[in-house]
């Protein structure tokens, strides 16, 4: 019986159901406001040795962050950004939020498991 979880457990099948977000790579001509036009936001992908090098600037659909960011949960669950065709094992850092409903920019950490990863999660009270 546990022969035949673990292979279904190695199969692909599992890989399905990864939360995947889909970007592309910021390129230099890439202005905020040109992206606020086109309906999309910048981001940044933090690397696990906070090497200011490492970092990766990539692209995003605005109207799918607009939807993650209402999630209360979201900030806790771990998702891949792929950029390139590379999956980044990631978890939402930090969202900057505009007046107008645009976010301005998208913080990544990326997640590396075995080691510890510090986060700071934001906590809304509500009531007493």
């Known amino acids: 019986m546990r022969a035949t979880r673990r292979s279904f457990l190695k199969k692909a099948v599992l890989n399905q159901t990864k939360d995947i977000i889909h970007c592309d790579i910021r390129k230099p001509s890439d202005f905020v406001l040109k992206l606020k036009q086109e309906g999309k936001c910048p981001g940044v ?23 993650r960011n209402q999630n209360l949960q979201y900030p806790l669950q771990r998702v891949y950004v792929r950029a390139e065709g590379v999956d980044h094992m990631c978890v939402l850092a930090n969202v900057q939020n505009s007046v107008k409903n645009f976010i301005e920019k998208v913080y990544f950490k990326e997640y ?17």
Do not use: Q, W
């Not at 040795?49 to 490492?54: A, G, R, Y």
């Not at 986060?119 to 007493?128: A, D, E, K, N, R």
């Open 45 to 67: 992908i933090l690397p696990y040795s906070k090497k200011k090098e490492e970092e990766i600037d990539v692209v995003l659909s605005g109207k799918e962050m607009r939807a």
């Open 112 to 128: 590396v498991p075995g080691k510890p990863n510090y986060l700071t999660v934001p906590i809304l009270i509500t009531h007493f």
